[in-house]
């Protein structure tokens, strides 16, 4: 079935910001939902470039944003557990955190409160910036379940900061059939390093396999209608990830069909953080960066500005499911302060890895494994 347009542009922007972000030959990991929740509620909160820019990023075109923030909406709500399967856990919070004396317009925090788990919290910024962070801090840990304890580093924020944005979530599910531990042995793997031996789950089931355009595709279903799915090519890496788009990856989706794979997989243990202002400046975001940015649906204030765009993501996949976390923090200061044959997948080389929502579409982490 050919993947809706909102779900392509999503993984369009998926790809896009994994690109500029990655290094080349290193491990990488980020959110696209969590980047896509905190850069769907600036496009919420501005209005003319400052607005069109992440939504043009978001959804390829500056009217696209709704469609995406419904697509984040709807992939907040996991399926129930199967019979037999353990219930999934997944929890997210969208918060605006404001300084007492900045007036934020009733409109917005109406917007705010639709997305879910959305709500406006106060900050003494100016006052304390120090007690500031560490209040976003704490939230970002309870919704992580400890997994980011700090997503905001000493001196985020400053005595101009007014304001911050911020996405949080958390998921941890299950396989629908788990990989034995006892069936884990160390294996090979071939990274640009060198050969390396590292503990190999292995499993043979029948799973959703797709072969097209020089790569592999594996499915692996966990509780609660989630899905992590293996890209591995058929060529080194380092060649094929240039040249993967978002319609081929539609494609490998389409082209699954359910035969029995027998799968060895590395377990992986990835915790990334990265400072996005540069990132999204490559791919066109600048306005919201600039005096003069207009934010006029979150506040009259026109000095608003956004500063900085920190992220931080942790996924561990094992024998017994996945476990992820992730948060985005969009900090905005004032200008002036204030079946047959079985097939057989041998992960053992770089590869790609999303973590998605099977009926929405929406990718929830996204990995690129060099070194597990």
Request: glycine share 8%; with cysteine; charged share 20%.
């Amino acid at each position: 079935m050919p993947a809706s347009h909102a779900v392509q542009a999503h993984l369009g922007f998926a790809l896009a910001v994994h690109r500029a972000l990655a290094t080349p030959g290193q491990n990488n990991c980020f959110s696209p939902y969590s980047l896509a929740s905190a850069l769907g509620l600036v496009t919420r909160a501005a209005r003319g470039d400052t607005a069109a820019e992440p939504a043009t990023l978001l959804s390829g075109s500056p009217e696209g944003a709704a469609e995406q923030a419904e697509l984040l909406r709807d992939s907040a709500v996991l399926e129930p557990p199967g019979p037999g399967e353990q219930a999934p856990e997944f929890a997210v919070s969208n918060t605006l955190w404001v300084w007492r004396e900045l007036e934020v317009k009733p409109g917005f925090v109406a917007e705010l409160r639709a997305w879910p788990s959305g709500g406006m919290a106060t900050a003494p910024f100016v006052a304390d910036p120090e007690a500031a962070r560490s209040a976003i801090n704490r939230d970002v840990a309870d919704t992580t379940r400890e997994l980011i304890p700090e997503l905001l580093p000493p001196g985020a924020v400053g005595g101009d900061t007014v304001a911050a944005l911020v996405n949080a979530l958390y998921l941890r599910a299950g396989w629908t059939t788990a990989f034995r531990e006892s069936d884990t042995e160390d294996g090979d793997f071939h990274s640009p390093a060198g050969t390396a031996r590292v503990p190999m789950m292995r499993q043979a089931e029948r799973l959703g396999h797709a072969a097209h355009a020089g790569w592999q595709l594996v499915d692996l279903p966990a509780a609660g209608g989630l899905t992590v799915s293996v890209l591995l090519p058929d060529r080194p890496l380092a060649e094929a990830e240039p040249e993967l788009t978002a319609e081929t990856v539609a494609e490998l989706l389409a082209a699954r069909r359910e035969a029995m794979v027998r799968v060895s997989l590395p377990r992986l243990s990835l915790d990334v953080r990265a400072e996005l202002k540069g990132v999204l400046g490559s791919l066109g975001v600048h306005r919201m960066f600039e005096p003069g940015a207009d934010f006029g649906e979150l506040s009259d204030d026109p000095r608003l500005l956004v500063s900085d765009v920190m992220h931080q993501s942790v996924l561990r996949v094992d024998e017994s499911g996945l476990e992820g976390a992730a948060a985005t923090a969009v900090m905005m200061r004032l200008v002036s302060a204030p079946a047959g044959e079985p097939v057989t997948v041998t992960v053992d080389r770089p590869f790609l890895l999303l973590v998605r929502h099977r009926t929405t579409g929406a990718v929830y982490f996204l990995a690129r494994v060099v070194e597990p």
